[in-house]
């Protein structure tokens, strides 16, 4: 019983450490979105397939239809020094 005493007590420390260095699962922070509306994209927007194509034209790396008029808005990561 005396040396399991000591064994626990080590036991527990490490848990405190594995604990308080974060070893465990980590979270990753989800990247903002920024959006602008397509400068290329014509017409009413019934078409997030035609839309996100026309936005890859653009420099975006996707789009989608949106709103009540239907226009094609274009998505990215936002940059980190961006404010948007």
């Known amino acids: 019983m005396a040396r399991s005493v ?10 405190l450490l594995l604990i308080a260095t ?3 699962p980590t ?7 920024c959006e602008s509306q397509s400068h290329r994209f014509k017409g009413p927007c019934l078409s ?5 194509s026309v936005c890859r034209t653009e420099g975006f ?6 709103g009540f008029s239907r ?4 998505t990215k990561e936002c940059n980190k ?3 948007n």
């Open 71 to 74: 226009r094609c808005f274009c």
């Open 22 to 24: 974060e070893m465990g």
């Open 81 to 83: 020094n961006n404010n």
């Open 61 to 66: 790396s996707g789009g989608h239809c949106r």
């Open 6 to 15: 000591p064994l626990v007590s080590t036991i527990f420390v490490l848990l």
């Open 27 to 33: 979270m990753v922070a989800e990247a903002r979105t």
């Open 48 to 52: 997030d397939t035609n839309c996100g």
